[in-house]
């Protein structure tokens, strides 16, 4: 599974984190960092991440 | 089994995402045209750039979910399980109200002015705003101050007045409003508070002290009204939105008897009035981004196992949460602020700062401006974690 985060529209707002906290994280300066492959055993959770995040940033392209 | 949604915005998704997740046949019924779209850039970034109901729709994650867009649902009968539209009848096995409010009308005299709320509000407004005119913005509140703040980078003059004392003092409390208010003016924003509208005018309106404000674009935020109307004549509780019980299960307030009373109704969003232990076993409404995934998730779990005869547990217990972007502000909140006495814990009132909310020793609440990272390290220690192990009460 592919994970794509449209930094243009995202805003930090963690949201994604606490859904998807080993694949989704704020760094020190509270900027986020991803992973941009999961494994498909976390796919209900990186969902999940995808439907919190207010900004709707998160496209997840399945394999 | 047929579960029918009224309501295609965020809750009303989610809700039939979740129904159809457990294998449920489901179909959403909306008067908005659009499929789901997002709200909050609105009052932001749609505002200041225009937006079409495609470019802030959601992703959403199934196409096998039923859709019946542009057109009301103007009534419900649950003895038959039909919702009635002006030249059909829908029938459904279980029901989700998904409706939502609407903004509320001050009950003044003159030219009404403007509301937003949808798409077509926010481009409206959009058009108004050219550089060089005033705005007045009539109430403080979440998307009155969102407004003022885009408005002013629009270029526009931008004036408030509401009836409250600060700014967002009722989410907020007294100091954090204060600091915000003073954000917004050192911004060129002019603020009338304490005060209520008398009356609009063309050129402005007229304030119950009797003075007069003059501006080109009058925008009314002054809260909502849940939209229940098509629900009424069936029994059911709607003095405040839909009051359910922890399952989202809409209280009935005459006895059910009849047999074809008895279909799950469930309401999910801005518009559920639902106990959460978290906090205490008052129904609440909560008008927050987070409720509608939160909820409607909760729905699709009730409904499959009240259909398939289980009773669900009374366990459901969100942690509600809110942002909000103002110049270069970010404010963020979990919990129920409002139901707490404000402290600052780090910070200061006019700047960056974590502020918490505490009842009688409880954590209920932690608004931070631009304070993201450290407010997250929050989340478990808000409410009555105690209480999770005790029975939830009728
Ligand atoms: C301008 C603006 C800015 C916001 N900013 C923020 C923010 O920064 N942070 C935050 O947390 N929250 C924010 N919110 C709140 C957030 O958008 C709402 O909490 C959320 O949209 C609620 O979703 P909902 O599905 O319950 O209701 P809605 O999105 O209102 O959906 C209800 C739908 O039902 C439809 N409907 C109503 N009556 C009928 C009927 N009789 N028949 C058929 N359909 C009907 C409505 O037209 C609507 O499409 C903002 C809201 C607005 C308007
Ligand atoms: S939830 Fe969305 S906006 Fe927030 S950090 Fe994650 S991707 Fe960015």
């Known amino acids: 599974m592919k994970i794509i985060v449209d930094l243009d529209k995202c805003q930090n707002y963690g949201q994604c984190t606490f859904e998807a906290p080993t694949v989704f994280a704020l760094d020190n300066d509270g900027v986020l960092v991803y992973q941009t492959e999961a494994d498909s055993a976390l796919a209900d959770d990186v969902n999940a991440a995808a439907d919190v995040c207010p900004m709707q940033a998160i496209t997840i392209i399945h394999d | ?394």
């Open chain 2, 1 to 394: 089994m047929t579960v029918v949604v009224v309501g295609a915005g965020l809750a009303g998704l989610r809700a039939a995402e979740a129904v159809r997740g457990h294998g449920l046949a489901v179909t959403v019924l909306g008067d908005e045209r659009h499929l789901p779209y997002n709200r909050p850039p609105l009052s932001k970034a749609a505002l200041r750039e225009s937006a079409t109901a495609a470019d802030l729709a959601f992703r959403i994650r199934r196409d096998d979910l039923g859709w019946r867009l542009g057109q009301p649902v103007v009534g419900l009968d649950l003895y038959r399980r039909e919702v009635l539209l002006a030249d059909d009848t829908v029938p459904f096995d279980a029901l989700i109200i998904a409706t939502g409010i609407r903004p509320r009308v001050l009950p003044v005299p003159g030219p009404p002015p403007m509301v937003l709320r949808t798409v077509e509000d926010a481009e409206a407004l959009r058009r108004a705003l050219t550089p060089g005119r005033r705005l007045l913005i009539i109430g403080a509140g979440f998307i009155g101050c969102e407004v003022a703040a885009t408005a002013r980078a629009m270029g526009c003059a931008v004036t408030v007045c509401a009836a409250d004392a600060e700014p967002m003092i009722r989410p907020l409390g007294e100091h954090l409003g204060a600091g915000l208010r003073r954000r917004h003016e050192q911004a060129g924003v002019e603020f009338h508070l304490g005060v209520g509208v008398s009356g609009y005018e063309p050129s402005g309106v007229t304030l119950s002290d009797g003075r007069t404000l003059t501006a080109d674009v009058i925008l009314s935020a002054v809260g909502s009204v849940p939209n229940t109307q098509w629900c009424a004549g069936n029994g059911l509780d709607l003095v405040d939105g839909v009051l359910t019980d922890n399952r989202l299960c809409a209280v009935r307030t005459t006895a059910a008897g009849e047999e074809g009373a008895e279909a799950p109704v469930l309401a999910v969003g801005d518009i559920a009035r639902f106990p959460n232990p978290l906090f205490d076993e008052v129904p609440r409404r909560i008008e927050h981004w987070s409720m509608p995934t939160d909820t409607g998730r909760r729905a699709g779990a009730v409904i499959a196992a009240l259909l398939a005869g289980q009773s669900p547990a009374l366990d459901f217990r969100p942690l509600p949460s809110f942002w909000s972007d103002q110049y270069d502000a970010t404010l963020q909140s979990f919990g129920m602020p409002a139901l707490g006495v404000p402290t600052l814990a780090s910070g200061s009132w006019d700047g960056d700062c974590i502020v918490e909310y505490h009842r009688d020793d409880v954590l209920v609440g932690v608004v931070g401006v631009n304070r993201t990272r450290e407010l997250a390290t929050y989340r478990p220690r808000i409410g009555s974690v105690s209480d999770a192990s005790q029975p939830a009460a009728d």
